[in-house]
């Protein structure tokens, strides 16, 4: 089936995910591309407690996961690929590997430096161009909660350009 769903969500591995996507997905397998997360096997045990015994987690780098992308693609098994962040995404699916693909915008909270965009969804404006840089490069980015909610683009989620 291959990689399901590709989803920036600060919180990674949590009930949406879990509960609202993997009921709507059935994935077999969900995949975390995190560069620290991969290093800490503390870390990788908290987020992994409470999952079912039948779903496969996999903590990696971004290295690794670029690597490994073809293979998870033309898996039998469906895959839920996480990041928490839109930078991570950016370096996973930069260069023109994710296209084709649609990023899904999850779950990225407030900070210094960040603009409410959705109730769900603040921005910076670095995050806004390293989101359009991969829309630039042919990949389809939106958000969405949950499965059953409206997806809203890129144009209507990325803040305008400085200037623009």
């Not at 779950?107 to 670095?126: K, N, T, W």
């Not at 829309?135 to 350009?161: C, H, K, N, T, Y």
């Amino acid at each position: 089936m291959s990689i399901a769903l590709y989803r920036v969500d600060e919180r990674l591995i949590h009930g949406q995910v879990v509960v609202g996507w993997g009921n709507q997905l059935h994935p077999q397998r969900i995949v975390v591309v995190d560069d620290e997360l991969a290093a800490s096997s503390w870390e990788q045990e908290l987020y992994t407690m409470g999952l079912p015994a039948d779903l496969a987690t996999e903590f990696v780098d971004v290295a690794a996961a670029r690597a490994r992308l073809r293979a998870w693609r033309e898996s039998s098994e469906i895959v839920v690929l996480l990041t928490r962040d839109v930078a991570t995404m950016r370096r996973l699916g930069g260069g023109g590997i994710l296209v084709g693909e649609e990023i899904n915008i999850g779950g990225i909270h407030h900070a210094p430096g960040r603009r409410q965009v959705l109730p769900y969804v603040f921005l910076s404006e670095p995050e806004s161009r390293e989101l359009r840089g991969l829309a630039g490069e042919g990949v389809r980015v939106s958000a969405r909660d949950l499965p059953g909610a409206r997806r809203i683009p890129l144009e209507q989620l990325a803040l305008p350009e400085v200037g623009a």
